[in-house]
């Protein structure tokens, strides 16, 4: 293979061979600006070096004929004892990595050509200082040697000299800092500093490639997501130098403001000085506006450059520069980060402007970055005191008085006031809780607990594994990691977009987007109307539907505000919580025919009035509504709280009591995640689902009477072999008849076995929706509740793989099971109606690959609407 390309060969689009900085760096060389010259060594250069161990063949030949191409067109040699060429080794990989890997200037400066630099500077000063320089990156990046070593020796000379700063040294000195530094070189490694100026720049690449797996880089990647295996090319590159005198310098710039999106002139330039005096802070920079006094003819082609790139790019562009004595010099461009209300805005400003079209804006945001735009935030310029950290489990900012109990947190909230809901873990029981509180922090369990789903659900704030901290329900407080002890009714805020717990009250502020999404927003706003503008767009591209998983009226009404087509989700042993607990626990402790008959018929109507309400909020829109699906275990009392209860009334336990520990202990399972739950509850319990279907096939018919217009859907859970679809369905099928409505009936797809026999288990669905938590716990055979604190992070660290399976749909294993579904659930059946509702309907990534294969809809929590209807359209482009 080529392993390395002039600038003059590459392009922009070569970003997974030249990286980012190369690729743009050819690209300008190629838009005619003014790029010193230079060549990219591949990224599969690095690849192959990382892998095998050592240079791979061939690229050590080919370097040495660029080299001296370079050579030959600046008419200097590399370190050449009169007059050198001195050149930078710079990392750039695919994604940018700021300050991750490593860089190193003035490559080619020795004893002797640190002579002829200064000849030919005309400064002493700046030879030196170059060199010295020289050999601390060097000394740092190569030979890993700490840089604090180096950083001590030029403190010490200048407290020897009694000045404060670096501009304050003069040729003597730092020929002197030289010698120290040759000195710190030879004592750190046992060998010289490398004077001879290839083998400096060979040992530069190999520390440039080896910086790929340097532990911060690894970890940097983790964080955003970057593929491990990219490995990062190699530019080398003419010096140009900023710090030769007052008349040089160097800068950034924006082409727009990366905060708000606003055009204009915006960076910093630091005068007599290279790049990493820039980054290190070591003097202030002046905004990049001073430069039209320091050097007029530099800042106006400054900003010739920058319309050209931005007309280029039809994009915001980033720029590094260097000013040598007056001419101006490019030394990187890239398409610049922002934020996510930048993104949006600049996106639609771009289409004013007729740089780009709607498609593209779509394109060009993220349902991250609108989510991001979603959430309440704390003010980060409060002061505020962190205690601990969490994972973010659910975002937003929430600010209140910590409450133990979830009766409690009724309570206090019934009272106005606003609290955070402190649990170890929360359980279905917390509903009352979660409801009621701002925000919800447990000290156990991962992104896919309890806590974690519901308070996605209800966009709730949510913190939870916050395992530094000691939960004490008992004496209703937990104690942080530092000794602070926080009591009931102490403040405290959590920040469920970083895991952030903090004491007392941080400031927030409300998210205008959401409002405009309520409907209640202000649409005068540039960032809304960008989003208003961007998502109508999006929703006229995608082909998927976006429905919502709720529960409850208010949640689907909101649903819909936010633009969900129906509900994919309703759950309803979310209905079966609170007074209602103990008709259930009637039904389960029933001993005869009409016990359970009577235990029904207490809740039927009360189902029948919650479809209502729900259908009525959904209105001309489908409605899929799930039988009952957890173990029944999870709606008796704790097995241990009641054992002891019954321990200590002795004699006087009630004998309802006696009879619910015999019905908990019956009931108990291992393994409850593959217990009796689901269709097999709808088999073994006799009349459960049939009261359920019968309250569904009521509330269709009251919203009809009324002049309605319910289309219900009924989903069964579970289902893992057609034979027990078949049973229910038939049941359903009677009942819907009697009452004199219709309704889909379809299944979920949530059991391996249920994805493999699909074409079977069509003969009787009329939809599938896939419930991909369970379909991805069972894949995987990993613990829902468990696996996520108990080891996920090791899981990442010994990247088996980049993000949590639960986060986002494991492609090749859950995913390769869904293809296999759709293909043979439409060989079957062609019309079916192809759906998912586990977690993974919100999520971007899982989003597309949603549409790739061909599902109509994608359902997720309500605040996740919008993400999934963006998502969709950008999947559709
Ligand atoms: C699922 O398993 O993906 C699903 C939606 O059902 P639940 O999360 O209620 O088990
Ligand atoms: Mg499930």
């Not at 030919?120 to 890993?144: C, H, N, P």
């Not at 008349?247 to 999106?261: I, W």
């Not at 009641?642 to 009630?654: E, F, N, P, R, W």
């Amino acid at each position: 293979p080529k392993y390395v390309y002039d600038f003059t060969e590459g392009n922009k689009d070569l970003k997974d061979l030249l990286g980012g900085k190369g690729a743009n760096l050819a690209e300008m060389t190629n838009l005619g600006l003014p790029v010193p010259p230079g060549f990219t060594i591949t990224a599969e250069a690095c690849r192959r070096y990382l892998e095998d161990g050592g240079v791979p063949e061939g690229l050590s030949d080919e370097v040495e004929t660029h080299l001296v191409a370079l050579e030959k067109g600046m008419g200097k040699r590399l370190g050449a004892a009169d007059d050198p060429l001195l050149v930078s080794v710079r990392s750039g990989a695919k994604y940018s990595m700021p300050g991750m890997m490593e860089t190193v200037l003035n490559i080619g400066l020795n004893d002797e050509s640190v002579q002829g630099l200064a000849k030919q500077a005309g400064e002493e000063r700046f030879a030196w200082d170059s060199y010295r320089r020289l050999i601390q990156m060097f000394g740092k990046t190569v030979l890993g040697i700490d840089g604090e070593l180096f950083e001590g020796a030029i403190d010490d000379a200048k407290r020897h000299k009694g000045v404060d700063s670096d501009l304050d040294l003069d040729a003597a000195d730092f020929q002197r800092l030289v010698e120290t530094y040759k000195g710190i070189v030879r004592e750190q490694t046992g060998s010289d500093f490398p004077s001879d100026p290839r083998e400096q720049m060979r040992l530069a690449v190999e520390a440039v490639f080896e910086s790929w797996n340097a532990p911060r880089a690894i970890i940097y990647r983790r964080q955003e997501r970057i593929p491990t295996d990219l490995g990062t090319a190699v530019n080398i590159v003419a010096m140009v130098f900023g710090n030769l005198g007052m008349e040089s310098g160097t800068g950034v710039a924006f082409t727009r403001d990366p905060g708000s999106g606003q055009q204009g002139v915006y960076g910093d330039y630091l005068q007599n000085a290279q790049g990493e005096d820039v980054v290190a802070g070591i003097r202030n920079t002046v905004p990049l506006q001073e430069l039209e006094q320091i050097d007029p003819a530099s800042y106006r082609q400054l900003l010739d450059i920058m319309k050209t790139l931005e007309n280029h790019y039809r994009d915001l562009c980033d720029i590094e520069f260097t000013i040598e004595r007056g001419k101006l010099w490019m030394l990187q461009t890239r398409v610049g980060k922002r934020t996510a209300a930048a993104a949006f805005r600049i996106a639609v400003q771009l289409v004013d402007q007729g740089l780009i079209d709607l498609d593209e804006a779509v394109s060009r945001v993220t349902g991250d970055q609108l989510a991001q735009l979603m959430f309440p935030r704390f003010d980060l310029s409060a002061d505020r005191r962190r205690i601990a950290k969490g994972m973010n489990a659910s975002p937003g900012a929430a600010v209140g008085k910590a409450v133990f109990s979830s009766e409690y947190a009724k309570e206090m909230a019934g009272r106005g006031e606003d609290v955070i809901l402190v649990r170890r873990e929360t359980t279905p029981d917390d509903l009352v809780g979660m409801i009621a509180a701002q925000g919800v922090l447990t000290s156990r369990g991962g992104k896919t607990s309890h806590a974690a789903v519901v308070a996605r659900g209800m966009g709730k704030t949510c913190v939870c594994g916050a395992e530094e901290l000691e939960v004490d329900a008992q004496e209703r407080c937990f104690t942080a990691p530092d000794g602070v002890v926080v009591n009931e009714g102490d403040v405290i805020s959590i920040d469920g977009t970083t895991g952030e717990v903090y004491l007392g009250e941080v400031p927030v502020m409300a998210s205008p987007v959401v409002e405009y999404f309520e409907g209640t927003g202000d649409r005068g706003d540039e960032l809304v109307e960008a989003v208003h503008r961007i998502m109508n767009h999006a929703d006229e591209r995608r082909r998927m539907e976006v429905r919502a998983n709720a529960d409850n009226p208010d949640d689907a009404a909101r649903a819909r505000r936010f633009g969900a087509r129906g509900i994919g989700l309703c759950r309803t042993e979310h209905m079966f919580l609170g007074d209602r607990r103990r008709l259930v626990e009637d039904l389960i402790l029933a001993s005869s025919k009409d016990e359970r008959r009577a235990a029904l018929d207490a809740l039927e109507p009360l189902q029948k009035s919650d479809f209502a309400g729900i259908l009525a909020a959904m209105d001309g829109l489908p409605v899929t509504i799930r039988l009952i699906d957890p173990p029944l275990h999870e709606f008796l009392p704790d097995l241990t709280a009641l054992s002891v209860k019954i321990a200590l009334a002795g004699d006087t336990a009630s004998s309802r009591d006696r009879g619910l520990l015999e019905a908990v202990k019956r009931l108990h399972e291992q393994n409850p995640m593959l217990g009796l739950r689901g269709v097999r509850l709808g088999l073994v319990i006799p009349g459960l689902f049939a009261m359920q279907v019968r309250a569904i096939a009521e509330a269709v018919a009251e919203r009809r009477a009324a002049g309605g217009d319910p289309r219900a859907e009924i989903m069964i859970p579970l289902v893992s072999a057609v034979q027990e679809l078949e049973g229910v369905r038939d049941e359903a099928e009677r009942i819907l008849a009697e009452v004199g409505v219709e309704a889909l009936i379809g299944t979920m797809i949530e059991v391996p076995r249920a994805a493999l026999t699909a074409g079977q288990i069509a003969e009787a669905a009329d939809f599938f929706s896939f419930g991909t938590n369970d379909l991805t716990q069972m894949t995987w055979g990993f613990s829902r509740d468990d696996v996520e604190a108990a080891f996920f992070s090791r899981y990442l660290d010994l990247g088996i793989f980049g993000v949590s399976p639960f986060e986002t749909l494991d492609r090749s294993g859950v995913g390769r099971l869904m293809t296999i579904a759709v293909e043979e659930g439409r060989a079957t059946r062609p019309g079916i109606k192809l759906g998912i509702c586990g977690e993974h309907g919100g999520d971007p990534e899982s989003v597309h690959f949603c549409h790739e294969i061909g599902l109509d809809y994608v359902s997720c929590s309500p605040f996740r609407v919008p993400v999934a209807r963006l998502e969709a359209g950008r999947a559709a482009l």
